[in-house]
């Protein structure tokens, strides 16, 4: 199967107060989030079913300026996208290159984050085990 983005997988925003952030967007959005025990990060899951009838999630999520922003990077924000082989992904963008970070597995499924021809910060990932 040739690698490819297959829909958006969430939009990450960094805070420099990620609880006061997550409230503001409940007082004037209606927008309920849940935590991670006593971490910083503010989160929703928005269910949906895709066209193969696979039960999925858009991620909405807070969380403090210092977690995972690349060093160097001005931006206060990422977008993950869910892709199919995510290591032919990567392969296509380092062929026109493309700087992609090292590759990361983890329970949630496969992870690597470049940058876009702007600078913007995007998280590619693979969900490894889909409902």
């Not at 409940?26 to 971490?39: A, M, Q, R, V």
């Not at 990567?90 to 600078?119: N, S």
């Amino acid at each position: 199967m040739a690698g490819k983005v297959e829909n958006i997988g969430g939009v990450f925003i960094y805070a420099q107060d990620s609880k006061k952030l997550a409230q503001w967007y409940e007082d004037h959005l209606g927008l309920k989030h849940e935590t991670w025990g006593n971490s910083e990060v503010y989160y929703i899951s928005f269910p949906y079913t895709d066209t193969e009838s696979n039960k999925r999630y858009f991620a909405w999520s807070i969380m403090p300026a210092k977690t995972n922003l690349p060093a160097k990077s001005p931006k206060i924000f990422t977008m993950n996208l869910r892709v199919s082989n995510i290591e032919e992904v990567i392969k296509k963008l380092e062929a026109k290159g493309v700087e992609v970070k090292t590759m990361e597995v983890h329970e949630e499924g496969k992870f690597a984050w470049c940058q876009d021809g702007e600078g913007n910060y995007l998280e590619l990932w693979e969900d490894v085990n889909p409902s």
